[in-house]
């Protein structure tokens, strides 16, 4: 199982990001996935939003909802999250997740600032 993330960035507040997760080594199809961000080293990774396997079916947090969209390609076994109005607070790594057979399995993290 591979997961990896990219599109983060350095972005102001107010402004956008896309991130993308390209994962591999499973039937990408069959199962949710999730976004997680960590704010600060030694702080727990915290959920963002998460997605049913074919799509329907989408929750957010608190924090994120009406900010940040969670989508996925199956036929590119690629998982994105749009975020938008992006907030200083959301300064993060960006974690994708999938829980298989229970297994976690995490990315490595794409950094995420905002900052003026």
């Known amino acids: 199982v591979q997961l990896v993330e990219s599109g983060g960035g350095l972005v102001q507040p107010g402004g956008s990001l896309r991130l993308s997760c390209a994962a591999s080594g499973f039937t990408f199809s069959s199962y949710a996935m999730s976004w997680y961000r960590r704010q600060a080293p030694g702080k727990e990774r915290e959920l963002v939003a998460v997605i049913a396997s074919a799509g329907g079916r989408r929750n957010y947090a608190d924090s994120v909802k009406g900010r940040f969209t969670i989508s996925r390609d199956n036929a590119k076994n690629t998982v994105y999250l749009q975020m938008n109005s992006l907030k200083p607070e959301d300064t993060a790594v960006y974690y994708c997740?999938?829980?298989?057979?229970?297994?976690?399995?995490w990315g490595q993290g794409t950094q995420v600032t905002v900052s003026s």
């Open positions: 997740r999938a829980f298989l057979g229970g297994t976690d399995y």
